[in-house]
């Protein structure tokens, strides 16, 4: 009978001790047959070490005992996922490293449960605890499934990804996946159905545009303040304008406690930051996500049902700067779509630029007019 993985590693003996005592004609031989074997193989075999033959745990993975059970595993567990090919192709079952992730995000939502837990081992100490310690591809496996589990929005299992409190507050938002982190469209309570832990009704109608902005609970705060021009705020650093940029400071420090007063589902911030105004802005109550637009990446992200889309202002300009031509066509190409989901859905949409919305060329206007976006929001130069 076969052996379940009898053939996944390979066991290479040590060489005895006659062989480095025999004479020279067996040293001979020996050499032969080792030239021999390393044509044949690519890799010279470890002697006295246990090496994977073939493709390793893949043999057990594609085994056909786990086909012959596929239909009751399916039964007892995930009754609802179908294998999308034949029913005789065996399936294959999840690596270590999959089980790993679970694992590990099941340990980071339970140990934030302790209330003392970021005093006696803050992130970056190289404790048990710290998920710094991942590698950053496999930090961001485990905050996207967090992220999907609907438990990463939680300050105290967000926090634990960033050194700082400061880069928690301020670093959301993501470029590779140009969205934001807690507020993609399947997180938001107007755009999915609710998640397991959910017991609410998923809202059939979305809020209207008039609550989303101004008017009954702010949904959307946006932060503009001089400093955020990179012009201005240089004019301002130069000797003799402190008395201006005090002004300017205090204008800012304004608009927080404004915002820390009303809370709103999100703030945004648009335009250039340096690390003072970064340091005012990471003063936002932790409940409130803060999203910074400082041009460097292109994204999306959902509020209460509306669509808002963060672009650079450098791609709707042509001929202006240095800048990159395949990047600026795909970011353009990215846009389009979501212009073209916006006109198609029918949803309440929001553009946000890091400079002045002013200098969009007018054909650009039009095509944002015909998507139906109800706002265009920057800075004023």
Same mark, same amino acid.
């Given at each position: 009978?076969?052996?379940?993985?009898?053939?996944?590693?390979?066991?290479?003996? @040590?060489?005895?001790?006659?062989?480095?005592?025999?004479?020279?004609?067996?040293?001979?031989?020996?050499?032969?047959?080792?030239?021999?074997?390393?044509?044949?193989?690519?890799?010279?075999?470890?002697?006295?070490?246990?090496?994977?033959?073939?493709?390793?745990?893949?043999?057990?993975?594609?085994?056909?005992?786990?086909?012959?059970?596929?239909?009751?595993?399916?039964?007892?567990?995930?009754?609802?996922?179908?294998?999308?090919?034949?029913?005789?192709?065996?399936?294959?079952?999840?690596?270590?490293?999959?089980?790993?992730?679970?694992?590990?995000?099941?340990?980071?939502?339970?140990?934030?449960?302790?209330?003392?837990?970021?005093?006696? =081992?803050? @992130?970056?100490?190289?404790?048990?605890?710290?998920?710094?310690?991942?590698? @950053?591809?496999?930090?961001?496996?485990?905050?996207?499934?967090?992220?999907?589990?609907?438990?990463?929005?939680?300050?105290?299992?967000?926090?634990?990804?960033?050194?700082?409190?400061?880069?928690?507050?301020?670093? %959301?938002? %993501?470029?590779?996946?140009?969205?934001?982190?807690?507020?993609?469209?399947?997180?938001?309570?107007?755009?999915?159905?609710?998640?397991?832990?959910?017991?609410? @009704?998923?809202?059939?109608?979305?809020?209207?545009?008039?609550?989303?902005?101004?008017?009954?609970?702010?949904?959307?705060? =946006?932060?503009?303040?001089?400093?955020?021009?990179?012009?201005?705020?240089?004019?301002?650093?130069?000797?003799?304008?402190?008395?201006?940029?005090?002004?300017?400071?205090?204008?800012?420090?304004?608009?927080?406690?404004?915002?820390?007063?009303?809370?709103?589902?999100?703030?945004?911030?648009?335009?250039?930051?340096?690390?003072?105004?970064?340091?005012?802005?990471?003063?936002?109550?932790?409940?409130?996500?803060?999203?910074?637009?400082?041009?460097?990446?292109?994204?999306?992200?959902?509020?209460?049902?509306?669509?808002?889309?963060?672009?650079?202002?450098?791609?709707?300009?042509?001929?202006?700067?240095?800048?990159?031509?395949?990047?600026?066509?795909?970011?353009?190409?990215?846009?389009?779509?979501?212009?073209?989901?916006?006109?198609?859905?029918?949803?309440?949409?929001?553009?946000?630029?890091?400079?002045?919305?002013?200098?969009?060329?007018?054909?650009?206007?039009?095509?944002?007019?015909?998507?139906?976006?109800?706002?265009?929001?920057?800075?004023?130069?």
């Amino acid at each position: 009978a076969e052996r379940l993985g009898a053939g996944c590693f390979e066991w290479i003996p @040590p060489p005895k001790k006659e062989e480095k005592d025999g004479d020279d004609d067996q040293r001979e031989g020996d050499n032969e047959k080792a030239a021999k074997s390393s044509k044949e193989a690519e890799k010279p075999k470890p002697r006295g070490k246990v090496v994977r033959h073939g493709k390793g745990y893949d043999i057990i993975r594609q085994h056909p005992f786990f086909a012959k059970h596929e239909s009751v595993l399916l039964s007892q567990t995930n009754s609802h996922l179908k294998p999308d090919s034949d029913e005789t192709t065996p399936q294959p079952i999840p690596s270590l490293k999959d089980l790993a992730i679970r694992a590990t995000a099941h340990f980071i939502d339970q140990s934030s449960l302790d209330v003392d837990l970021e005093d006696v =081992h803050p @992130p970056g100490d190289n404790s048990f605890y710290d998920a710094l310690r991942l590698k @950053p591809s496999d930090q961001k496996r485990v905050m996207h499934l967090l992220d999907r589990l609907h438990l990463l929005k939680e300050p105290r299992i967000y926090r634990r990804f960033f050194h700082s409190k400061q880069d928690a507050r301020l670093g %959301r938002v %993501r470029s590779e996946s140009r969205d934001v982190i807690g507020l993609t469209q399947m997180n938001d309570k107007m755009g999915q159905v609710p998640g397991s832990g959910e017991n609410q @009704p998923h809202p059939e109608e979305q809020v209207p545009a008039s609550k989303l902005v101004g008017k009954s609970e702010t949904r959307i705060h =946006h932060i503009t303040n001089p400093l955020f021009c990179k012009s201005i705020n240089d004019q301002c650093s130069r000797a003799g304008m402190e008395a201006k940029r005090k002004g300017y400071i205090k204008q800012l420090k304004e608009s927080i406690r404004l915002v820390n007063r009303v809370r709103p589902t999100v703030v945004v911030a648009s335009g250039y930051f340096d690390d003072s105004c970064r340091k005012i802005l990471s003063k936002v109550n932790e409940t409130v996500p803060v999203i910074l637009h400082d041009g460097s990446s292109f994204f999306n992200f959902w509020v209460y049902g509306a669509h808002c889309v963060a672009m650079p202002i450098q791609y709707f300009q042509e001929k202006v700067g240095k800048i990159d031509e395949i990047a600026r066509n795909e970011a353009l190409a990215w846009f389009r779509m979501e212009l073209e989901q916006v006109k198609t859905a029918r949803s309440h949409a929001y553009v946000f630029v890091d400079g002045d919305s002013r200098d969009i060329p007018s054909e650009w206007i039009a095509k944002m007019g015909k998507s139906h976006v109800l706002g265009l929001l920057g800075l004023c130069n």
